[in-house]
C-alpha cells in the first residue's frame, strides 16, 4: 500500500483559499487513481473530488463544483485540491485516499487514507 500524508489545512476566512496537498511515499502515486473526503464534526465521512492516474478525469460532489480543483503531479508524487471561495459549512477534516482501481466516489472502493488536516472556515 501507499502511505498518504496531507498538509495545507488551516483557518480562513469565509471567501478565501487554500491548497491541501497529499505526499505519497512508499509506492509511486502514478498508478492509483486518488480521492479527496471530508468529515465535519458529528458528521460521517463524504466525498469530495475524485482525479484518474493521469489527471485525465475528475470528478467532483455537487456543494464543490466550480469552487474546488482536484490536481496532480505524479513526477512530485503529490495530489493537490485548490479549495476557493470557502463557506463556513466547508468546515472539516480533508483526507486523501488513493485506490488501485477507478477514480470513483464511493469510500470504500478507496484502499490507502492520509491521517487527515483540519480545515476551518470562519464566517
Known amino acids: 500500500q501507499v502511505q498518504l500524508a496531507e498538509s495545507g489545512g488551516g483557518l480562513v476566512q469565509a471567501g478565501g483559499s487554500l491548497r491541501l496537498s497529499c505526499a505519497a511515499s512508499?509506492?509511486?502515486?502514478?498508478?492509483?487513481?486518488m480521492g479527496w473526503f471530508r468529515q465535519a464534526p458529528g458528521k460521517e465521512r463524504e466525498f469530495v473530488a475524485a482525479?484518474?492516474?493521469?489527471?485525465?478525469?475528475?470528478y467532483y460532489a455537487d456543494f464543490v463544483k466550480g469552487r474546488f480543483t482536484a490536481s496532480r503531479d505524479n513526477a512530485k508524487n503529490t495530489v493537490y485540491l485548490q479549495m476557493n471561495s470557502l463557506k463556513s459549512e466547508d468546515t472539516a477534516v480533508y483526507y486523501c485516499?488513493?485506490?488501485?482501481?477507478?477514480?470513483?466516489?464511493?469510500?470504500?472502493?478507496?484502499?490507502?487514507w492520509g491521517p487527515g488536516t483540519q480545515v476551518t472556515v470562519s464566517s
Open positions: 485516499a488513493a485506490t488501485s482501481g477507478w477514480a470513483t466516489g464511493v469510500e470504500a472502493d478507496f484502499d490507502s
Open positions: 512508499g509506492r509511486t502515486m502514478s498508478t492509483y487513481a
Open positions: 482525479i484518474s492516474w493521469n489527471a485525465g478525469e475528475t
